[in-house]
């Protein structure tokens, strides 16, 4: 993960690190009580949001380059922030718990306000992200893929379609090509989608996909292999 300055970010125990690999310094945001669990930053904007975790979990908005916090947002979930994503356009921040249920929130985190919620997934979740138009989310878990339709204060889920010849195993990570969906999966196969329809399988590992980027040109995968 990168600072909006080119920075590499990435946190241990309840700091933050950002490290000008040419210089060889090393920053820290430090104003997390517990063990950070999850972080997430808005490419444009270059915002940073980190989640920890303790009884009553806090998600903390922030500039990595002044370190100033702009919003600390806390009340919904309980024992850990599992994931944070930013909605395209930066306003909105979704974020998806360590209870039971895997809740998911969405917030206007310039105002603090949960905007939607609703109680996720039982199995084990590895990954959310909101689509590139920021009206849906894609949601990654053991066994499950679920696409969710924001309306309003409506969160509402279709899960994937997988025909006969996908494996169900783990779906770890996803990313964009345009308005489909690619997912990574535990045996080292990205799965692309239309809508909803699982629409073409390649196998890009021979291990584990751990990350999925995308950027204009296509996708970066990285893997266990």
């Given at each position: 993960?990168?600072?909006p300055?080119g920075?590499?970010m990435?946190f241990?125990?309840?700091i933050?690190?950002?490290?000008?690999?040419?210089?060889?310094s090393?920053r820290?945001?430090?104003?997390?009580?517990?063990?950070i669990?999850?972080?997430?930053?808005?490419r444009?904007?270059?915002?940073?949001?980190?989640?920890?975790?303790q009884?009553?979990?806090?998600?903390?908005v922030w500039?990595?380059?002044?370190?100033?916090?702009?919003a600390?947002?806390?009340?919904?979930?309980?024992?850990?922030v599992?994931?944070?994503?930013?909605?395209?356009?930066?306003?909105?921040?979704?974020?998806?718990?360590?209870d039971?249920?895997?809740?998911?929130?969405?917030?206007?985190?310039?105002s603090?306000?949960?905007?939607?919620y609703?109680?996720?997934?039982?199995?084990?979740?590895?990954?959310?992200?909101?689509?590139p138009?920021?009206?849906?989310?894609?949601?990654?878990?053991n066994?499950?893929?679920?696409?969710?339709?924001i309306?309003?204060?409506?969160?509402?889920f279709?899960?994937?379609l997988?025909?006969?010849?996908a494996?169900?195993q783990?779906?770890?990570c996803?990313?964009?090509?345009?308005?489909n969906?690619v997912?990574?999966?535990?045996?080292?196969?990205?799965?692309r989608?239309?809508?909803?329809?699982?629409?073409?399988?390649?196998l890009?590992?021979?291990?584990?996909?751990?990350?999925?980027?995308?950027?204009?040109?296509?996708?970066v995968?990285?893997?266990?292999?």
């Open positions: 993960m990168y600072a300055d920075d590499a990435w241990t125990g309840s933050v690190v950002i490290m000008n690999q040419k210089r060889r090393q820290f945001y430090s104003e997390h009580s517990s063990t669990t999850s972080m997430a930053v808005h444009e904007s270059g915002v940073v949001a980190s989640g920890d975790r009884e009553v979990p806090v998600i903390r500039n990595p380059l002044t370190f100033e916090t702009h600390v947002l806390t009340g919904f979930h309980r024992r850990a599992a994931h944070l994503a930013f909605s395209p356009d930066g306003k909105n921040l979704v974020s998806v718990g360590f039971k249920f895997h809740s998911v929130a969405i917030y206007n985190w310039q603090g306000s949960v905007t939607s609703t109680r996720g997934m039982q199995m084990k979740s590895f990954y959310i992200d909101y689509n138009s920021g009206d849906q989310l894609i949601q990654c878990g066994e499950m893929i679920r696409f969710w339709e309306n309003g204060k409506n969160i509402l279709q899960d994937a997988l025909g006969g010849r494996k169900m783990g779906f770890l996803g990313a964009w090509i345009g308005n969906a997912v990574g999966t535990a045996d080292g196969t990205l799965y989608f239309v809508g909803r329809q699982l629409d073409a399988m390649t890009a590992h021979n291990s584990c996909v751990n990350c999925v980027s995308h950027s204009s040109d296509g996708i995968t990285a893997g266990a292999d």
